[in-house]
């Protein structure tokens, strides 16, 4: 019943910047977290970061530490990424995820609502 919608993908050169924005409608009061994970080609899909809805605790993958941050903004229902120094490796479609599971956060598993993704490309 949660519904989650992704923008402010696009194309940047390496060391540029982006960034991503979801909404979330419905039954987004149920939210306990709520993350971005992205999946490149031929490859399987992978946690970026994670912000918890009430708390707003952060969790980061290694490789995105420093140079990616994750907020939310509680009044407007939307969670943000903001995408610095971006490198080739970041290319991907990147998907924004909602959960109520208070635990085990960083898996894709755990997330039961999906946006449909927004494409980020990082040229070299």
């Known amino acids: 019943q949660v519904q989650l919608v992704e923008s402010g993908g696009g194309l940047v050169q390496t060391g540029g910047s982006l960034r991503l924005s979801c909404a979330a409608s419905g039954r987004s009061f149920s939210i306990y977290a709520m993350g971005w994970f992205r999946q490149a080609p031929g490859k399987a899909r992978e946690f970026v970061a994670r912000i918890t809805w009430s708390g707003g605790s952060t969790n980061y993958t290694d490789s995105v530490k420093g140079r990616f941050t994750i907020s939310r903004d509680n009044a407007k229902n939307t969670v943000y990424l903001q995408m610095n120094s971006l490198i080739p490796e970041d290319t991907a479609i990147y998907f924004c995820?909602?959960?109520?599971?208070?635990?085990?956060?960083?898996?894709?598993?755990?997330?039961?609502?999906w946006g449909q993704g927004t494409q980020v490309t990082v040229s070299s």
């Open positions: 995820a909602a959960t109520n599971r208070p635990y085990g956060t960083t898996r894709p598993g755990r997330y039961d609502f």
